[in-house]
């Protein structure tokens, strides 16, 4: 959908094109290449204002392919990805691969991937390849049936766990909300983010899809 982001707010939007990308570009994502960060913060502290790219409430379901760096939904994250999913597979002729993200050097909250991450090396993962120091991904979800690891290379703040292709892990019907730890995934009435989908095995989809 977008080569490059920094700065502004990229929200409710969605991207269902394959990616393809020659050895000219560093990074490629089924929704956005790059997330950058001109701000000047560390990543530990980003924030939503000036000079900081932020995805909210989106997805992609295309798959991604390039020599270095692929991610389902976002080849380089240095910023703000909040409640967004993709479903289609990432795969680097050489090395990178993540099913949601190659690299996070920023913040990722809130969200899953399904597609498979595949590259050269053996290093492709159901999540990300690659999260550096000071970054945060929590609350974060993959699956598929072909990827051993979440997280290749952890190196920050990460809370990255395999699903399973049961609903109950994202959804209490008694509850109307899935909550682990202090972040909740909300199915709540009018003002939800997130709906039950039996079209995609249950996992969830966004409220605005609806």
């Known amino acids: 959908m977008v080569g490059e982001v920094e700065g502004g707010l990229i929200e409710r939007c969605l991207s269902q094109a394959s990616v393809g990308a020659d050895d000219s570009v560093r990074y490629a994502g089924g929704f956005v290449g790059k997330v950058g960060d001109r701000s000047g913060g560390s990543p530990a502290n980003h924030g939503e204002g000036a000079g900081v790219g932020v995805i909210l409430d989106s997805y992609a379901t295309g798959d991604v392919s390039v020599e270095d760096h692929a991610g389902g939904f976002v080849g ?3 910023s703000v990805i909040r409640r967004s999913y993709s479903l289609g597979d990432a795969t680097a002729s050489d090395d990178g691969a993540g099913g949601f993200v190659s690299i996070n050097e920023g913040t990722i909250t809130d969200s899953y991937a399904t597609g498979v991450g595949t590259d050269s090396s053996g290093y492709g993962a159901g999540f990300a390849y690659y999260t550096g120091s000071g970054s945060t991904t929590v ?4 699956y598929n049936t072909t990827n051993t690891v979440g997280i290749y290379n952890s ?3 990460d809370d990255v766990t395999k699903a399973t292709t049961d609903e109950s892990d994202f959804y209490d019907a008694a509850h109307d909300v899935y909550t682990r730890a202090d972040y909740e995934w909300d ?7 997130w709906v039950e989908d039996v079209s995609q095995a249950d996992y969830p989809s966004l409220f605005w899809e609806i």
Do not use: P, Q, R, S
Request: hydrophobic share 30%.
């Open 76 to 78: 380089l994250n240095e």
């Open 139 to 142: 609350n974060c979800w993959w």
């Open 187 to 193: 199915f709540d009435g009018e003002d939800a983010d």
């Open 155 to 157: 190196n920050g703040t």
